[in-house]
């Protein structure tokens, strides 16, 4: 089999501050295939974006990785010069924003930027450039590409300058996109578009995608896997249909029971309570154990004083001591 296009492996991020030490992603690990869009979901705080961030050398200071790994096509990149993963960035790594705002420039037009992106990283001339930055256009949705390519970014609306977004992503052929909530800002249509284009670029280029995002009705219509996180850590990782209707993860259980089936006549949506832990408070175990309603069903109060590795659940992997092999009888699964 050939190796994973992306490996994260044992990743730490820190933020020193007067106070200490915070750790925001607490030794995590997962790999993306070629063609493959692995969905990473969470509530605000989890880390999800600062994941994102350090696979594409983008961390804010103080912000720095403190331990692991980050191998890209077989080279480890998270240890290199600043020119050099710039040189990564843009040519084999693309990356979508939120917001479209923050990635254009307000003053150049977007034939230019797109252009300029083309020039600095494939051998091609001005005119072969344009042309290509029309092909981009074209293929991401853009009406008139050949007449639009002129304007500046607040002539277009926000699902278009998404889209013009997305074609810088693309502008260098990159074998990886990190997407950090693409579809956020936009409508429910403009979604389902931007969604089916993501989904486009794994089937016709083989691009691989680790779509950031909080909302799991993306997730599910987008991704072939997905890793659920919490406070820094993946509680949850596995097949996304399997994630989705078969959740092993007391967390992530609670998740999918938080969304409304349509039909459903409740008068009162699901809910776990309490909220994520801040940076300085996380407990010790599991750092899920304080809204766990399932931390009676382990002995010796392991989920209070030893933290849970992820281990094999049914067709996922979770990080929860229900699944320990003292714990679980054979083909036993969590209710739902």
């Excluded at 992530?252 to 969304?259: E, F, N, R, V």
């Excluded at 408070?281 to 399932?294: E, W």
Aim: glycine fraction near 8%.
């Amino acid at each position: 089999m050939n190796p994973p296009l992306l490996q994260v492996k044992h990743l730490r991020i820190e933020f020193p501050t007067r106070r200490g030490i915070l750790v925001a992603v607490d030794d995590i690990s997962f790999d993306i295939a070629a063609g493959e869009v692995l969905g990473v979901v969470g509530e605000s705080g989890a880390g999800k974006s600062l994941t994102g961030a350090a696979v594409i050398g983008l961390l804010e200071p103080p912000g720095r990785i403190a331990g692991g790994e980050i191998i890209f096509n077989g080279k480890r990149i998270d240890n290199l010069p600043f020119e050099e993963i710039r040189k990564i960035r843009g040519r084999e790594i693309g990356a979508i924003f939120q917001d479209p705002l923050t990635s254009l420039n307000p003053l150049y037009t977007i034939g230019r930027q797109i252009t300029e992106t083309i020039e600095t990283h494939l051998a091609l001339t001005h005119a072969q450039a344009r042309a290509r930055a029309i092909e981009l256009l074209n293929e991401v949705g853009i009406p008139a590409a050949d007449k639009r390519i002129d304007h500046y970014p607040h002539q277009f609306s926000g699902g278009m300058r998404q889209r013009v977004v997305i074609s810088l992503a693309l502008a260098a052929n990159p074998k990886l996109i990190i997407a950090d909530e693409p579809t956020t800002a936009l409508d429910v249509s403009i979604q389902a578009q931007i969604i089916t284009l993501l989904k486009k670029l794994g089937r016709e280029h083989g691009t691989a995608v680790m779509l950031v995002t909080h909302d799991m009705g993306v997730i599910a219509e987008t991704a072939d896997r997905v890793a659920v996180m919490y406070a820094g850590r993946i509680a949850e990782i596995g097949p996304v249909a399997d994630v989705i209707h078969h959740p092993q993860h007391p967390y992530t259980i609670g998740l999918m029971g938080a969304i409304p089936n349509v039909g459903d006549n409740n008068e009162r949506l699901a809910q776990i309570d309490g909220s994520m832990p801040r940076l300085t408070a996380i407990p010790s175990g599991c750092a899920f154990n304080p809204r766990c309603t399932r931390t009676a069903d382990v002995p010796n109060q392991r989920c209070t004083t030893e933290r849970p590795g992820l281990m094999p659940a049914g067709a996922t992997r979770a990080a929860c001591w229900l699944h320990a092999k003292q714990y679980v009888k054979q083909n036993e699964a969590l209710p739902v």
